[in-house]
Protein backbone atom coordinates (compact mmCIF):
# COMPACT_ATOMS: atom_id res chain seq x y z
CA UNK A 1 0.00 0.00 0.00
CA UNK A 2 1.40 3.23 -1.20
CA UNK A 3 -0.48 5.33 1.00
CA UNK A 4 -1.98 7.39 -1.80
CA UNK A 5 -5.53 6.85 -2.09
CA UNK A 6 -7.82 7.17 -5.64
CA UNK A 7 -11.61 6.76 -5.78
CA UNK A 8 -13.67 5.47 -7.39
CA UNK A 9 -11.87 2.80 -8.57
CA UNK A 10 -14.23 2.28 -11.67
CA UNK A 11 -16.44 4.43 -13.11
CA UNK A 12 -18.27 3.83 -16.74
CA UNK A 13 -20.12 6.56 -18.03
CA UNK A 14 -21.64 8.05 -21.61
CA UNK A 15 -19.89 10.39 -24.03
CA UNK A 16 -20.77 14.32 -22.90
CA UNK A 17 -20.43 13.61 -19.56
CA UNK A 18 -18.39 15.15 -16.60
CA UNK A 19 -16.48 13.15 -13.90
CA UNK A 20 -14.70 13.97 -10.93
CA UNK A 21 -11.73 11.91 -10.02
CA UNK A 22 -10.77 12.30 -6.55
CA UNK A 23 -7.12 11.52 -5.02
CA UNK A 24 -5.73 11.87 -1.57
CA UNK A 25 -2.08 12.32 -1.06
CA UNK A 26 0.09 10.61 1.32
CA UNK A 27 0.53 12.32 4.88
CA UNK A 28 2.56 15.06 4.51
CA UNK A 29 2.99 15.08 0.76
CA UNK A 30 2.54 18.39 -0.73
CA UNK A 31 2.90 17.27 -4.32
CA UNK A 32 0.25 15.60 -6.15
CA UNK A 33 0.38 14.34 -9.84
CA UNK A 34 -2.21 13.66 -12.28
CA UNK A 35 -1.15 10.44 -14.84
CA UNK A 36 -3.18 9.21 -17.64
CA UNK A 37 -2.58 5.90 -19.07
CA UNK A 38 -4.02 4.70 -22.33
CA UNK A 39 -3.26 2.25 -24.64
CA UNK A 40 -2.54 4.20 -27.88
CA UNK A 41 -0.27 6.83 -25.55
CA UNK A 42 0.97 4.95 -22.85
CA UNK A 43 1.58 6.52 -19.13
CA UNK A 44 1.55 10.55 -19.84
CA UNK A 45 2.05 13.39 -17.33
CA UNK A 46 -1.07 15.65 -17.06
CA UNK A 47 -0.74 17.99 -14.57
CA UNK A 48 1.11 19.13 -11.07
CA UNK A 49 0.11 20.73 -8.09
CA UNK A 50 2.17 21.74 -4.76
CA UNK A 51 0.60 22.93 -1.60
CA UNK A 52 -2.48 24.18 -3.57
CA UNK A 53 -0.75 25.61 -6.21
CA UNK A 54 -0.58 24.76 -10.36
CA UNK A 55 3.12 24.01 -10.66
CA UNK A 56 3.34 22.05 -14.53
CA UNK A 57 1.60 21.29 -16.98
CA UNK A 58 1.47 18.05 -19.53
CA UNK A 59 -0.42 17.12 -21.87
CA UNK A 60 -3.65 18.20 -20.62
CA UNK A 61 -6.82 18.52 -22.95
CA UNK A 62 -8.45 22.28 -22.16
CA UNK A 63 -11.49 19.73 -20.98
CA UNK A 64 -9.63 18.53 -18.17
CA UNK A 65 -8.95 20.45 -15.12
CA UNK A 66 -7.46 20.24 -11.64
CA UNK A 67 -7.39 21.83 -8.49
CA UNK A 68 -5.71 20.74 -4.91
CA UNK A 69 -7.64 21.73 -1.46
CA UNK A 70 -6.39 23.26 1.23
CA UNK A 71 -5.99 19.57 2.72
CA UNK A 72 -4.19 18.54 0.26
CA UNK A 73 -6.62 16.17 -1.62
CA UNK A 74 -7.15 16.85 -5.79
CA UNK A 75 -9.75 16.69 -7.54
CA UNK A 76 -9.54 15.99 -11.21
CA UNK A 77 -12.16 16.62 -13.81
CA UNK A 78 -12.89 15.47 -16.89
CA UNK A 79 -15.56 16.96 -19.07
CA UNK A 80 -17.22 16.75 -22.54
CA UNK A 81 -15.78 12.65 -22.36
CA UNK A 82 -14.80 11.27 -25.46
CA UNK A 83 -14.56 7.60 -26.21
CA UNK A 84 -10.72 8.32 -26.39
CA UNK A 85 -10.74 9.37 -22.73
CA UNK A 86 -11.38 5.90 -21.41
CA UNK A 87 -8.50 4.96 -19.67
CA UNK A 88 -6.51 4.52 -16.15
CA UNK A 89 -5.92 7.60 -14.55
CA UNK A 90 -2.92 7.72 -11.68
CA UNK A 91 -2.59 10.32 -8.91
CA UNK A 92 1.34 10.36 -7.33
CA UNK A 93 2.27 12.16 -4.42
CA UNK A 94 5.56 13.40 -3.65
CA UNK A 95 7.93 15.17 -1.00
CA UNK A 96 11.51 16.83 -1.84
CA UNK A 97 13.81 14.68 -2.03
CA UNK A 98 11.67 11.63 -2.37
CA UNK A 99 10.02 9.45 -4.94
CA UNK A 100 6.99 9.46 -6.20
CA UNK A 101 4.23 7.16 -4.70
CA UNK A 102 1.22 5.84 -6.98
CA UNK A 103 -2.32 5.75 -6.30
CA UNK A 104 -3.87 2.43 -7.04
CA UNK A 105 -5.45 4.20 -10.15
CA UNK A 106 -8.86 5.07 -11.21
CA UNK A 107 -10.49 2.85 -14.32
CA UNK A 108 -12.51 5.09 -16.51
CA UNK A 109 -14.53 3.86 -19.34
CA UNK A 110 -16.43 5.97 -21.46
CA UNK A 111 -19.17 4.42 -23.79
CA UNK B 1 11.46 16.68 -23.95
CA UNK B 2 13.71 13.55 -22.74
CA UNK B 3 13.22 10.21 -24.39
CA UNK B 4 13.09 7.07 -22.63
CA UNK B 5 13.31 3.48 -24.79
CA UNK B 6 12.89 0.10 -22.81
CA UNK B 7 13.96 -3.17 -24.41
CA UNK B 8 12.87 -6.00 -24.92
CA UNK B 9 9.52 -5.23 -25.72
CA UNK B 10 8.16 -8.19 -24.71
CA UNK B 11 10.00 -10.94 -22.78
CA UNK B 12 8.75 -14.45 -22.41
CA UNK B 13 10.89 -16.71 -19.82
CA UNK B 14 10.57 -19.65 -18.09
CA UNK B 15 10.18 -19.83 -14.16
CA UNK B 16 13.56 -20.08 -12.43
CA UNK B 17 15.19 -18.14 -15.43
CA UNK B 18 17.37 -14.54 -15.27
CA UNK B 19 16.43 -12.11 -17.11
CA UNK B 20 18.01 -8.60 -17.81
CA UNK B 21 16.00 -5.39 -18.83
CA UNK B 22 17.22 -2.12 -20.41
CA UNK B 23 16.00 1.37 -19.70
CA UNK B 24 18.17 4.12 -22.19
CA UNK B 25 17.79 7.66 -21.85
CA UNK B 26 18.16 11.00 -23.98
CA UNK B 27 19.35 13.53 -21.24
CA UNK B 28 20.80 14.01 -18.17
CA UNK B 29 18.20 12.93 -14.83
CA UNK B 30 17.88 13.86 -11.68
CA UNK B 31 16.01 10.60 -10.82
CA UNK B 32 15.23 6.98 -12.31
CA UNK B 33 12.14 4.67 -10.97
CA UNK B 34 11.38 1.39 -11.40
CA UNK B 35 7.99 0.34 -11.67
CA UNK B 36 6.23 -2.76 -12.17
CA UNK B 37 2.54 -2.62 -12.87
CA UNK B 38 0.93 -6.35 -12.16
CA UNK B 39 -2.31 -7.26 -13.85
CA UNK B 40 -4.92 -5.41 -11.44
CA UNK B 41 -3.28 -2.35 -13.54
CA UNK B 42 -1.40 -1.06 -9.97
CA UNK B 43 2.08 0.55 -10.13
CA UNK B 44 4.45 -0.65 -7.96
CA UNK B 45 7.76 1.15 -6.69
CA UNK B 46 10.37 -1.11 -7.48
CA UNK B 47 13.45 0.56 -7.37
CA UNK B 48 14.35 4.85 -6.80
CA UNK B 49 17.92 4.56 -8.70
CA UNK B 50 19.18 8.16 -10.25
CA UNK B 51 22.81 6.72 -9.99
CA UNK B 52 24.31 3.34 -8.97
CA UNK B 53 23.20 -0.57 -7.88
CA UNK B 54 20.53 -1.59 -5.46
CA UNK B 55 19.23 -5.24 -4.22
CA UNK B 56 15.81 -5.57 -2.63
CA UNK B 57 15.66 -9.76 -2.77
CA UNK B 58 15.80 -11.15 -6.23
CA UNK B 59 15.66 -7.98 -7.96
CA UNK B 60 18.25 -5.61 -8.45
CA UNK B 61 18.77 -2.35 -10.82
CA UNK B 62 21.63 -0.57 -11.38
CA UNK B 63 21.89 2.57 -13.26
CA UNK B 64 24.89 4.41 -15.09
CA UNK B 65 24.12 8.06 -15.19
CA UNK B 66 26.98 9.15 -17.08
CA UNK B 67 25.69 6.48 -20.14
CA UNK B 68 22.84 7.04 -19.85
CA UNK B 69 20.95 3.90 -19.18
CA UNK B 70 19.92 1.49 -16.55
CA UNK B 71 19.00 -2.12 -15.86
CA UNK B 72 16.91 -3.91 -13.80
CA UNK B 73 17.83 -7.46 -13.60
CA UNK B 74 15.28 -10.13 -12.56
CA UNK B 75 17.17 -13.36 -10.96
CA UNK B 76 15.04 -16.82 -10.48
CA UNK B 77 11.63 -15.30 -11.54
CA UNK B 78 8.21 -16.61 -10.73
CA UNK B 79 4.66 -16.29 -11.98
CA UNK B 80 4.18 -13.87 -9.99
CA UNK B 81 6.98 -11.60 -11.85
CA UNK B 82 4.79 -11.30 -14.76
CA UNK B 83 3.35 -7.35 -15.70
CA UNK B 84 4.89 -4.69 -17.12
CA UNK B 85 8.25 -3.08 -15.91
CA UNK B 86 8.35 0.60 -16.28
CA UNK B 87 11.51 2.63 -16.27
CA UNK B 88 10.44 6.72 -15.25
CA UNK B 89 13.15 9.74 -15.32
CA UNK B 90 12.35 12.84 -14.10
CA UNK B 91 14.95 15.31 -15.63
CA UNK B 92 17.40 17.49 -14.79
CA UNK B 93 16.61 21.03 -14.12
CA UNK B 94 12.91 20.32 -15.16
CA UNK B 95 10.25 20.37 -12.77
CA UNK B 96 9.49 16.74 -11.00
CA UNK B 97 7.36 15.10 -13.37
CA UNK B 98 8.30 11.53 -14.50
CA UNK B 99 8.30 10.25 -18.45
CA UNK B 100 8.01 6.92 -18.93
CA UNK B 101 9.01 4.12 -21.24
CA UNK B 102 6.66 2.09 -22.79
CA UNK B 103 7.47 -0.55 -20.75
CA UNK B 104 8.52 -4.40 -21.47
CA UNK B 105 5.56 -6.97 -20.89
CA UNK B 106 7.55 -10.34 -18.40
CA UNK B 107 5.41 -13.43 -19.09
CA UNK B 108 6.89 -15.85 -16.64
CA UNK B 109 5.71 -19.33 -17.35
CA UNK B 110 5.09 -22.50 -15.00
Known amino acids: DSGVTQTPKHLITATGQRVTLRCSPRSGDLSVYWYQQSLDQGLQFLIQ???????AKGNILERFSAQQFPDLHSELNLSSLELGDSALYFC??????????FGPGTRLTVL | GIQVEQSPPDLILQEGANSTLRCNFSDSVNNLQWFHQNPWGQLINLFY???GTKQNGRLSATTVATERYSLLYISSSQTTDSGVYFC????????????FGKGITLSVRP
Open chain 2, 88 to 99: AVEESGANSKLT
Open chain 1, 49 to 55: YYNGEER
Open chain 1, 92 to 101: ASKRVGDTQY
Open chain 2, 49 to 51: IPS
